[in-house]
């Protein structure tokens, strides 16, 4: 069934299995009552249950949380909190400046990307050790035909937040997961390939753990929607307490223009 016949047979009715609400009555959260089973839970926990179907343990909630928190850096120059920042300078409202900031957030090469393709990276990686094939093996194949996300960082190769998500994640008995071990493995790989400035950066080891709680791409890049949010209020709000506009202002003699001359305007 396809075309005008599928269209039809959805034709004046919702048909779902994530919940309903009945306003003065009750409201369904995929197959439970909220507010009987979730009146007290933690909110990662729904978000991710809303996510996946799933329950996760109160250890992988606090690790979750953890990976949010780590990277949570209210620093106006980071592309996406700059967004909200110019909200905050130009007094625009709160929701359209942290909304248009996540949005951003998804970017190819930094931010949501790189996390998405290290998730993906991580289980054809898994699947082709199943299958017989070396590691090794694997990531060469995967650095002739493409860049390796998750291993490589811009101005310092360094990744500040490595120490703490991993001391968590040991901390709560969740470091010995296949995926964990295997993201330290393919960075001892590219330093033994010659490529020693490629080590581990956050995509790869939150992509890691995800995969090693059993999240698909798509539930890991709903779950890291969020994962910047904590830092862009700060730069919003110090920017709406500023003169407007006065954030980043660019004078006209700061711009390298190599267009036309000055024209004279045409009436």
Known sequence: MNGPILLESHVGILRTRVGACWP???????????????????????????????????????????????????????????????????????????????????????????????????????????????????????????????????????????PWLGGLARSLGLAEGRFFKMAFEVEQTLAELGKPSLKMNYAAMTAALGADMGLSPREFQLFRVPLFLAGMPPCLVEAAEKPEGALFPTPCDGVAYTGPGKRSWRK
Do not use: C, K
């Open 24 to 162: 003065g009555s009750r409201a369904v959260f995929r197959g439970v009552d909220l507010h009987q089973e979730f009146n007290d839970a933690d909110w990662m926990a729904l978000y991710l249950y809303g996510i996946t179907g799933r329950r996760f343990t109160a250890q992988q909630v606090r690790l979750l949380h953890g990976i949010w928190v780590n990277t949570s850096y209210p620093d106006t120059r980071l592309w996406n909190n700059r967004v909200a920042a110019l909200a905050g300078s130009v007094r625009s409202s709160p929701v359209l400046g942290v909304a248009a900031a996540l949005a951003v957030s998804e970017a190819r090469i930094y931010g949501g990307g790189p996390g998405l393709r290290a998730i993906d990276f991580f289980q054809r990686a898994g699947r082709a050790v199943d299958a017989g094939q070396s590691l090794r093996a694997f990531v060469e194949q995967e650095l002739a035909a493409r860049y390796i996300y998750g291993y490589g960082r811009p101005i310092d190769a360094h990744d500040e937040r490595l």
